[in-house]
């Protein structure tokens, strides 16, 4: 069982304590970047740098390393990816690795890419697990300039000899602290390793452990430190716990349901199986459940979260792996049917509501 003790959250009454404005330092014709690309961030309706991207667009640009503190929601990719497509149309030889921890980050960092680059004849490639391995491979064959990938299957198409890693002159760790928690360890470093030692190196984590403190220090020359940190969330997301027998678990949650107010909800549970049997479940009870978990193939997880997003599906039970690198607005309740194993897994968790302006309820099993 895990040791963390949900009960010490309670908090029914969360109070939205106003953030200090931020007074930006530049706008985005600051920063002398292309014109082109200042006219891109205007066309899609981005007026003022957010904090993390005022601090270290600069600092990526004068050739810096980076350590950016910041969890999602922050801007960070944006932030990492304006002065590296300003860089690459300076020098088109540019070659630009982004490691993900989960396909779905992967999925979303190449279409803000492809957003930022319109127009630009830059080009990229996505290389990640559950998905055909040849169609990557032809896309590495081609002339990239960003390729965007999961440690895992960067690693194997490195041993294939289909990726040239040699040629990289940047690498971006985005959420690095999520990568090692997913046991990536050996394959970041061995692709960090292989790269050039001049290479640029923009390192970001919403916590700093010792291991992830570890691999920056491994691999970056004299980083740049940025944090910002946006509100915590669990003193903002209203939580409490759901206290259940054994023998009738899934009764509570059912009666849980009935109540209107759950209109939009995520339900995490621990393991993959009984993930999915849970949907079943729920979608024999005639609560229209989708599911996501490490066993579903690429497209139907795209395809789980499209009948969410769209409302088709009120409830998306899910493992981890969605707890992270998955925006879907108004989610009106999470609900921790099984327990987190760590306190940084419940603060992601619950981090799936009350997103913006938005309240959200957070509410955590617990055994009599």
């Given at each position: 069982m895990?040791?963390?003790?949900?009960s010490?959250y309670?908090?029914?009454?969360?109070v939205?304590?106003?953030?200090?404005?931020?007074?930006a330092?530049?706008t985005?014709?600051?920063?002398?970047?292309?014109q082109?690309?200042?006219?891109?961030?205007?066309?899609?309706?981005?007026?003022?740098p957010?904090p993390?991207?005022?601090?270290?667009?600069p600092?990526?640009?004068s050739?810096?390393?980076?350590?950016?503190?910041?969890?999602t929601?922050?801007?960070?990719?944006?932030?990492?990816?304006?002065?590296?497509?300003?860089?690459t149309?300076k020098n088109p030889?540019q070659?630009?690795?982004?490691?993900?921890?989960?396909?779905?980050?992967?999925?979303?960092?190449?279409?803000e890419?492809?957003?930022?680059?319109?127009g630009?004849?830059l080009?990229?490639?996505?290389?990640?697990?559950?998905?055909?391995?040849?169609?990557q491979?032809?896309?590495?064959?081609?002339k990239?300039?960003f390729?965007?990938g999961?440690p895992g299957?960067?690693m194997?198409?490195?041993?294939r000899k289909?990726?040239?890693i040699?040629k990289?002159?940047?690498v971006?760790?985005?959420e690095a602290?999520?990568?090692?928690?997913?046991?990536?360890?050996?394959d970041?470093r061995?692709i960090?390793?292989?790269?050039?030692?001049?290479?640029?190196?923009l390192?970001f984590?919403?916590?700093?452990s010792?291991?992830t403190?570890?691999l920056?220090?491994?691999?970056?020359?004299?980083p740049?430190i940025v944090?910002?940190k946006k509100?915590?969330?669990?003193?903002?997301?209203?939580?409490d716990?759901?206290?259940?027998?054994?023998?009738n678990?899934?009764?509570?949650?059912?009666s849980?349901?009935s109540d209107a107010s759950?209109?939009?909800?995520?339900i995490?549970?621990s393991?993959?199986?009984s993930?999915e049997r849970?949907?079943?479940?729920?979608?024999?009870?005639?609560?229209?459940?989708?599911?996501?978990?490490g066993?579903?193939?690429?497209?139907q997880?795209?395809?789980?979260?499209?009948a969410?997003?769209s409302?088709n599906?009120?409830v998306?039970?899910?493992t981890?792996?969605?707890a992270?690198?998955?925006?879907?607005?108004n989610?009106s309740?999470?609900?921790?049917?099984d327990l987190?194993?760590t306190?940084d897994?419940?603060v992601?968790?619950?981090?799936?509501t009350g997103?913006?302006?938005?309240s959200?309820q957070?509410?955590?099993?617990v055994?009599q």
């Amino acid at each position: 069982m895990p040791t963390f003790n949900p009960s010490q959250y309670i908090n029914k009454n969360p109070v939205q304590a106003p953030e200090s404005a931020y007074e930006a330092t530049h706008t985005f014709s600051d920063f002398g970047l292309d014109q082109r690309i200042v006219n891109i961030i205007h066309e899609m309706g981005i007026s003022v740098p957010t904090p993390i991207q005022d601090q270290i667009i600069p600092l990526v640009l004068s050739g810096h390393d980076v350590i950016g503190l910041a969890e999602t929601g922050t801007g960070k990719t944006a932030a990492f990816l304006v002065p590296l497509i300003q860089n690459t149309l300076k020098n088109p030889k540019q070659e630009t690795l982004i490691l993900t921890p989960t396909r779905e980050l992967a999925l979303q960092v190449d279409a803000e890419f492809r957003k930022l680059s319109k127009g630009l004849k830059l080009y990229s490639t996505i290389c990640v697990g559950g998905m055909s391995i040849r169609p990557q491979m032809q896309g590495l064959a081609r002339k990239n300039h960003f390729v965007i990938g999961t440690p895992g299957r960067i690693m194997d198409l490195i041993e294939r000899k289909h990726f040239k890693i040699e040629k990289i002159s940047a690498v971006v760790l985005d959420e690095a602290d999520r990568m090692l928690d997913m046991g990536f360890i050996r394959d970041m470093r061995s692709i960090l390793s292989a790269t050039p030692k001049d290479r640029s190196t923009l390192f970001f984590s919403a916590t700093m452990s010792s291991e992830t403190n570890k691999l920056a220090h491994d691999f970056l020359r004299e980083p740049k430190i940025v944090s910002v940190k946006k509100h915590d969330i669990t003193t903002s997301v209203a939580q409490d716990v759901v206290r259940f027998n054994h023998s009738n678990k899934f009764e509570t949650l059912i009666s849980l349901l009935s109540d209107a107010s759950l209109r939009r909800v995520i339900i995490f549970g621990s393991m993959k199986h009984s993930v999915e049997r849970l949907a079943e479940q729920l979608n024999e009870h005639g609560i229209k459940t989708e599911s996501i978990h490490g066993n579903k193939r690429h497209n139907q997880r795209q395809q789980a979260l499209r009948a969410f997003k769209s409302g088709n599906a009120r409830v998306l039970a899910a493992t981890d792996v969605a707890a992270r690198g998955i925006h879907v607005d108004n989610v009106s309740h999470v609900i921790n049917y099984d327990l987190p194993n760590t306190f940084d897994d419940y603060v992601h968790r619950i981090g799936r509501t009350g997103r913006g302006a938005n309240s959200g309820q957070a509410l955590t099993f617990v055994p009599q």
